[in-house]
C-alpha cells in the first residue's frame, strides 16, 4: 500500500479479517485518536499519491517518484530501492530464502526475515541497554520491571517501540504495528544455508509493517514521528527540577517531611518546580492502594498542596492500573468489571503486584475509563494535585489468554498489553484536561509504546546506582530519543542500590541538567536519600548547577516546541547532524542538545580531563573556558565539579534565563540573556526562539512570539539585529547580550553602536 511518496505499508493477513483491526500507535500528523482505537485500514490521514505498477513475469512494482518495491510472487520476497541521481538504488531486501510465515511453515506467530549487511548500522527499539548501535544483538520487546537493571545487558526494559531506523549507504526505517511480545534478533543468529539475515518474531497479531526511506536519519526519523502522533507540548515548570524520593511518602511523618524538604530547598538555594509524590500517600501498612489516601502521614493533604503552590512548587501523584485483592475498592471494581478476566472464568484476572496479588484495570472498558477519571478528579486534582505520574504500568499478564473488553468485542491480551498503558495515560490527561481546561496537562509515564509521546513525558526506569549506570544511561537515552520518544530523562544518582558517593552524585547531576526531564529520585538499598543536599561539601557546586539547569529552560522550551511543531528531536548523537563523519558514529558518552549544545559528561571516577571528539564542519567554544576548537578532531578539556560541561557550536546563539536574586529557590525569570557565539570570520547566521506563557492553553489561539536574532560578521564589527514577533508580550524587563569571540571588534545592536562590555543590555522592545 503506497501512503506517502517515501512511506509504503505490507499487511498480511492470516484469514479474511484482522487479528486486531484496531490501532492505536498510527496517528498520521495527529494529536490523539478515540479511546476506541483508528480504523487499521483507515488511510484518509495519509496523502495516497500517485504511483505506478508494472508486472513483468513473476514480479510486481509499485513505484513513486522516490520509493519502489518489487515484489517476487512465487517465493513472496521483497526488494526497496529509492531513487538516487535519477536511478533506481537498491537499499534494502527481505532474505533470499524463505521470508515470511504465511504458509504457518516457521512455527506460531507472525515472522519476517530480512537480508543484513556487516556494514549495516541499527538504531532505535527504543528504551535498550548497552550500546546505541543495535548491530548484533537479540533483544525482546516486551513491557517489564526491571528494577535495578543492568545498564549494560538487562532486557527487555519497561517500554515497547517495534521500530528501528537503519543506516549504511541509504537510510531508511522499519515500522511494525504490532504489539503484541516480539523478537528482533538484529545478526544475532546465523545460519549458513540462510546468509546473513535479521528478523522479526511477533506471538501474535498481522504482519503490518511500514517501510519509511529518507534522505538521512532525521528524515526517517521526523516521518516516524509524524506517523504516530505529536509530541504534547507540557507546561515551562515541567521541565524544571522535581524532587522526589520514595523515602518520604514511605515515611510515618511524610507531610512534615514534605515540609522539609520545601525548607531545605529555600535554605540551600536549590530552584525546584516540581515534587513527585511516591506512592506512599496510598500505603495502608506495608502495601500501596491506588486512590487511598493515608491520613496518619498526611492529616491535611489540601493545605500541603495548596502551601507547595504558594511555594511555586507543583506536585505530581503517583497513581497504578491495578488493585491489591483487599484493596478499599477492589470489590467495587469486580463489580462493576472493570478488571481484566481470566481465560475461562468470569472473575478478575490475578497477578502478581507489589508483594501482593492483585488484578489490572481494563481501560478498554468505557466503565473503566470513565470510573478512572472520576477518581483522578476526585481523590488527586480537587486536592491541589497537578499531574498524574501513571506508575508500574506495565501490564504484566503472563496469560496471553487472559479476556478484555474491547470495547464491546471481547479479545485475549496478547495484542493488547501497551495499548492498556496508553489508554492509562489517554484516561488521566482527558481527567486533568476535563478538571482545569485552561491549564496544559502535563503527566508522566513510566512504560509505554508509539504515540505515548502523545500524553506524557518518561524516564528509563528504576536504574541502579554505578558509574557504569551514569556511562550507559546516556546511550539508553539517546536510544528511546532515536526512536521518537523525545521527553525523558533519568533518576539522576541511581533509583536503587546504595547511595551514590559525592563525586558520581555530583557528575550524574553535571549530565542532568541537560535533559528534558531532570529528576533527583531513589530508593536506596542503604535507607539514604538522594537529594541536593545530601553532600554538604558539594552543596555549593550542586546549587550552581542546579540553578544553570533553571537558566537553561528558555532553550529548553523552545526544543520541546521544536519536537511538538516539527518532530525534531531534543536529545541526540553527535553522528544524528553530522552523518558525513565517520568518527562521530564511534560510541561515545558525548551527546548533542538541540543542534547547538554538545554535553560532556564525566563517566568514571577521579576523571579530571576528557578528550572529546567535536564534529567536523564547524568550529566549537567550551562553555567553561570560552576557548574555541576545529571540529574533526579530538580535544583535552578540563572537567571541573562545579561548572555545567559543554560546547556551543559557532554561529549559534544559546538562550538562557536571567533569574531574579542570583538564582536560587522560587528563582523567576526576570530578562533574557543571549550568547552569541560569533565565527570569528566574514559570514551571517540567524536563530529564532519560541515563547509563550508556559501554562495555559492560550499558545494554540496564537498567543505566542518568536525572538528573531540575526547576526553579520565582519572582521572589524558585529551587527546584530532582533525583533520581537507575535502576539505574546514575555514577561521580561530587558534583553542581554553576551559575545563570544568578539575579538575587540565594534558591536552595532539594531543599527545603534554598543558600549564596550561584554554583556550588553537593552530594554525589551
Partial sequence: MVLEDTVFRVLMTTGDELTTPETWMIAPGLEDVPFEGRDRLDVSPFSLPDYSACQDGDELALETEKLKVVIRLSELKLTWFEKKHDNWVQVAADRDTVSYNHKGDLGDGVYHYMSRSS???????????????????????????????????????????????????????????????????????????????????????????????????????????????????????????????????????????????????????????????????????????????????????????????????????????????????????????????????????????????????????????????????????????????????????????????????????????????????????????????????????????????????????????????????????????????????????????DAPEPELFVRWIQNGIFHPRFTIHSWNDDKTVNVPWMYKEYLSDVSGLMTFRARLIPYIYDLLHQASENNEPMVKPLFFNYEDDEEAYKESDEFLLGDDVLVVTATEKDMTQKSVYLPEGTSWIYYLTGKSYRGGSYVNVDLPMDQPLFFMKEGSILPLAVLAHDGGFGAEEVDREFTINLTNGHTSFERRFYDDDGLTQKYQDGDYCYFQLKVEETPETVNLHYTVEGQYTPALQKLHFTFNNRNGRQVFINGQEAEEADTIKRDLE
Wanted: net charge negative; charged share 25%.
Fill in 119 to 497: 556494514s549495516d548500522r541499527y538504531y532505535g527499539l527504543g528504551e535498550k541497554t548497552g550500546d546505541l548501535n543495535r548491530y548484533g544483538r537479540r533483544y525482546r520487546m516486551k513491557n517489564f520491571d526491571p528494577m535495578g537493571y543492568d545498564p549494560q545487558h538487562t532486557d527487555p526494559l519497561y517500554k515497547h517501540i517495534p521500530f528501528y531506523m537503519v543506516k549504511n549507504e541509504s537510510t531508511y526505517g522499519v515500522l511494525y504495528d504490532n504489539l503484541s511480545t516480539s523478537t528482533f534478533d538484529m545478526g544475532n543468529e546465523m545460519d549458513n544455508y540462510h546468509g546473513y539475515y535479521r528478523y522479526y518474531h511477533a506471538e501474535g497479531g498481522d504482519l503490518d509493517y511500514y517501510f519509511i526511506s529518507g534522505t538521512s536519519l532525521r528524515d526517517v526519523l521526523k516521518q516516524y514521528v509524524w506517523l504516530t502522533g505529536k509530541t504534547i507540548m507540557g507546561p515551562k515548570w515541567s521541565l524544571g527540577y522535581s524532587g522526589s524520593t520514595m523515602t518520604y511518602t514511605d515515611a510515618d511523618d511524610a507531610q512534615d517531611q514534605l515540609y522539609q524538604f520545601i525548607h531545605d530547598c529555600q535554605t540551600y538555594d536549590i530552584p525546584c518546580d516540581s515534587f513527585q509524590l511516591s506512592s506512599g500517600y496510598t500505603s495502608i501498612g506495608d502495601k500501596r492502594y491506588v486512590f487511598n489516601w493515608n491520613r496518619d502521614k498526611f492529616p491535611d493533604p489540601k493545605k500541603l498542596f495548596q502551601d507547595f503552590v504558594d511555594a511555586g512548587v507543583r506536585l505530581c501523584a503517583n497513581i497504578k492500573p491495578a488493585m491489591l485483592i483487599d484493596h478499599p475498592l477492589y470489590e467495587e471494581g469486580k463489580e462493576k468489571e472493570l478488571f481484566i478476566k481470566q481465560a475461562k472464568e468470569d472473575e478478575p484476572e490475578l497477578i502478581q503486584f507489589w508483594d501482593e496479588r492483585g488484578s489490572y484495570l481494563d481501560f478498554t472498558n468505557p466503565a473503566t475509563i470513565d470510573w478512572w477519571k472520576t477518581k483522578v478528579k476526585e481523590r488527586l486534582l480537587s486536592y491541589g494535585i497537578s499531574s498524574t505520574w501513571n506508575d508500574n504500568n506495565e501490564y504484566e499478564i503472563w496469560d496471553n489468554r487472559a479476556r478484555i473488553h474491547g470495547f464491546g468485542q471481547e479479545r485475549s491480551i496478547r495484542e493488547y498489553r501497551p495499548v492498556m498503558t496508553l489508554l492509562m495515560m489517554k484516561a488521566s490527561l482527558e481527567a486533568q484536561k476535563e478538571f482545569t481546561s485552561s491549564e496544559r496537562p502535563y503527566l508522566i509515564s513510566r512504560s509505554g509504546c508509539p504515540g505515548m509521546q502523545r500524553y506524557a513525558q518518561t524516564w528509563t526506569g528504576d536504574n541502579r546506582t554505578s558509574w557504569e549506570t551514569l556511562k550507559y544511561n546516556i546511550r539508553t537515552g539517546v536510544g528511546l530519543s532515536l526512536s521518537g520518544i523525545y521527553n525523558f530523562g533519568h533518576d539522576v544518582g541511581g533509583f536503587a542500590g
